[in-house]
């Protein structure tokens, strides 16, 4: 690694205790939550006790008022080094409760955030459809006004993280059928009568993160439900696809970092033809060019943080980081793989769940493709 001068003294001790509680509550029990394909539930309220979830709310909320995005950066790492991918404390913090902040009530805030921040409540967001994902004209979940305030919501959201063990869902919704770009942003709670939980999907990676269907027959929404103007939805989910898309990059360069580790113990270790596979110039040629790339990346990651943290991080900026962050460890994972030869595609080695986790970092928060025409449509105006 590279010399950074990016966390201070007090963010190395919160790193120290992130690590301490993984190491207690977390590692010993990688086996059965993978078995069971989750982490327990449990896990999650021991760690909002101790500060880990939410901990940008500010103290009149329960929170501890840091708004410092170093400290989630510091738990991606962490978590990257314990190799349990299902425990994303970047997606509960900053994938959904940050709306419930920016755009919610007096009395939506005093009532959620507390809860979001102790742990007694996990929040998920649900956008993607069974026939929608970033093109959000074509949802078809609606939400329609009773004249009283309140909003019925009807339809259904899929590949929903969270979605079995999560107590609250920020469910993007239709709201005016005359313009499929008016959206609402609506709070929905397990146990709402007409709101069900479908099956938890079988998925090629994340083994331990629960990802279920969602359906919504006649939801009754009471005012507390809705989040700010229910026609803004669109504008406010434009306003946080920058905090998700560095979210998503945050967690995928440590797996990268964890890939090029595991790579070059394994080759130094391992035998072939009178030699150590390291000794190989092909090898050391390949644990070079993914070294600098990921060194590449760092220094882009650590620089969209300050940018954040600062108020500065702008769409554009947030999707060439995510772009170039999860090809670059989609190429590495592959190279980490061939490096392990046929013991790379057995399960038992780290390297092979590496490797089928980090195929989806190309798809969520909106895909290579839809990356690149963000950028484009900055560069060019269009």
């Known amino acids: 690694m590279m010399i950074r001068n990016h966390y201070t003294p007090e963010l190395e001790a919160f790193r120290d205790s992130f690590r301490t509680f993984l190491d207690r509550e977390v590692a010993p029990h990688r086996a059965r939550f993978r078995a069971q394909g989750m982490i327990d539930r449990e896990i999650y309220r021991k760690a909002g006790e101790q500060g880990f979830l939410c901990y940008w709310v500010p103290e009149e909320y329960g929170g501890l008022g840091l708004a410092d995005y170093r400290y ?12 349990e991918s299902g425990m994303w404390m970047g997606a509960l913090n900053r994938n959904s409760p940050p709306y419930i902040l ?38 078809k979940t609606r939400a329609e006004p009773r004249g009283d305030g309140s909003w019925v ?40 009568k007409g709101f069900r939980n479908g099956r938890k999907l079988e998925k090629l990676g994340f083994h331990t ?88 990346c760092q220094a882009f990651l650590d620089h969209c943080v300050d940018l954040f943290n600062a108020g500065e991080l702008d769409q554009a900026t947030a999707a060439a980081l995510k772009l170039k962050t999860t090809e670059v460890q989609g190429r590495i994972m592959d190279e980490c793989l061939q490096l392990h030869g046929s013991a790379g595609y057995m399960q038992e080695y780290p390297i092979c769940q590496l490797y089928q986790d980090a195929r989806i970092f190309r798809i969520f928060a909106g895909t290579s493709e839809v990356m690149k025409i963000v950028i484009a449509k900055d560069m060019l105006g269009r």
């Open 102 to 139: 920016k755009h919610g009530s007096e009395e939506q805030k005093r009532h959620y955030l507390p809860k979001l921040a102790s742990g007694e409540m996990i929040c998920a967001i649900a956008m993607t459809e069974p026939d929608a994902g970033s093109d959000i004209a074509g949802f």
């Open 72 to 83: 989630d950066q510091i738990m991606q790492e962490e978590v990257a080094e314990i190799l």
């Open 209 to 296: 993160q629960d990802t279920a269907e969602l359906f919504f027959e006649d939801v009754v929404l009471e005012p507390i439900h809705v989040i700010g103007d229910a026609s803004q939805g669109f504008t406010y989910m434009r306003g946080g696809l920058a905090e998700e898309r560095l979210t998503t990059s945050g967690q995928s360069l440590p797996w990268s970092w964890k890939a090029i580790a595991l790579a070059q113990e394994f080759v130094t270790q391992r035998k072939a033809f009178g030699a150590t596979v390291a000794d190989f110039q092909n090898t050391k040629f390949k644990l070079a060019e993914m070294r600098a790339e990921a060194l590449a």
């Open 153 to 192: 919501l009807n339809g259904s959201k899929t590949y929903i993280s969270y979605g079995i063990i999560a107590e609250l869902f920020v469910v993007a919704a239709k709201t005016n059928p005359g313009n499929p770009r008016e959206l609402g942003l609506f709070l929905v709670e397990r146990g709402m």
